[in-house]
């Protein structure tokens, strides 16, 4: 079977929800933190503009055409979830720029004054998860949305808004713990790294409620996510996703917490547990894109 979707689109997918997680994670920690996650909220708002629009050069690309993308925010198509995800991704691209902005340190605000930077800053901490939660789930609804056995899991939005948070949380934690400037203290990572656990062990539920909700489904359901556990795409799967990205980082982080990681050891493994969690987050991707189009209806 043809595959229209490639790898360009699966980079597309990741860059979109890791942006998002990343800003929910910002939002979040300016919202409830306060002075104590500052650090927290300003590596949220520097990572978010750059995955997505990285993943939306990628899906220029992937068009052929890419001087015509424009003719997607000619008309708004009222049944369409990717004219609704088009205007989405791109308020959301445009806000987290301005957002970023805000959180530069005050010499390099060239434009407004430091209390009204600070009044847009919570305004838009307050929207902006609101709007990353679409980003997020939204490539889920499109793929929902093409009617193929696989991507016509109900779960499926939500198993990508939970890894992209998830995602998000990763990448806040690898950019703070390598970063030469303001690093996050202890109890900012406590806190990353215990919110992290807690979404893998989320998003290692969904996937095995989406199975057994596939496996009790029709026969070209069944077969679908068969291909996922005893077919083609088994390995990936069971050695890509479930051990180095869940269960192993998982592991590592429950050791972090509970601190079981000597110190000469606490730098390298953190750094790994973030970087199996991205890397797991990319493969989910990969696997749903191509399983879902190497499947059919029988």
Known sequence: ??????????????????SAGSMITSNLAFLYG????????????????????????????????PFNFYRLFLTLQVRSPMSYGSWAILLFTGLSVIYLYLWLPEKYQIVGRRKSSEKWKKWLAIFMPFL??????????????????LW???????LFLVSALSTGVASVILLSTLSPWQRARHQELHVLTKADAALIILECL?????????????????????????????????????GLGLILPFALELMELKDKIPVRWALPVTVSSSFLVLFGGFFVRYIITYAGQSSGWF
């Open 206 to 242: 969904i996937i095995l409620i989406m199975i057994l909700m596939g496996s009790f489904n029709s026969v070209s359901v069944a077969m679908a996510f068969g291909s996922l556990l005893f077919g083609q795409y088994a390995l990936i799967f069971w050695f890509l996703i479930a």
């Open 34 to 65: 306060g002075k104590d996650f500052e650090r927290v909220g300003r590596f949220g708002a520097y990572i978010s503009p750059f995955p997505i629009s990285l993943g939306l050069g990628v899906l220029l690309l992937d068009l052929g055409s």
């Open 132 to 149: 990353s939660v679409g980003v997020a789930s939204y490539t889920g609804l499109l793929l929902n949305a093409a009617v193929r056995p």
């Open 152 to 158: 016509n899991a109900p779960l499926l939005p939500v």
């Open 1 to 18: 079977m043809e595959l229209t979707w490639g790898l360009m689109i699966v980079i597309y997918l990741f860059t979109a929800g890791l």
